[in-house]
């Protein structure tokens, strides 16, 4: 049985008891990890493809040790111009030993859905805007009008370009595909 498995960026064919380097993970060695973006699995004679991934199925491993990988030699040249560079570079591995291969029923660790309704909140507060408009008291006729056009135009302009596109839909407004966002407020105000 093995599986083709992404750790750290990488794809890596895997089987039982097998050890492979790894980009360096952050576990201590000799503790667990778990890899469930599993893309694909064959265990004799039924090959699972993934989806791109496979539900609920994972790879599980131990961590041996931490080290460096060889040396690689990074050198640079243009001819006749007296330009070299020489640089060396060793990877930071991780060398894992494959435990087990787990086809189904494997639970992923879930991250917290805390931050979830921190962003509805903002959504909340803009809908209570649009429902509820402050109205102006009509005390004299010409200069009132004047005064909540001018409201209703600055409170237009905080307004995205969708919000006054949904506006302009709801009055029946033609042609606002074309139209920008002065536009949309100079005919929303009329």
Known sequence: MYAIVEIAGQQFKVAKDQKVFVHRLKEEEGKKVSFHNVLL???GKDITIGAPAI???A???TVVKHLKGDKV???KKKRRKGYQKKNGHR???TEILIESIVAKGAKKVEAKKEAAPKKEAPKA???AKKEAPKAAPAKKAAPAAKKETSKA???LSKSTVAEL????KAKGIEGISSMKKADLIAALSK
């Open 41 to 43: 699995l064959e265990d």
């Open 55 to 57: 539900d609920g199925a």
């Open 59 to 61: 790879v599980e491993a």
């Open 73 to 75: 030699i990074v050198f």
């Open 91 to 93: 990877q930071y591995l």
């Open 125 to 127: 507060k803009v809908e």
């Open 153 to 155: 135009t600055a409170d």
């Open 165 to 168: 596109k949904e506006m302009a």
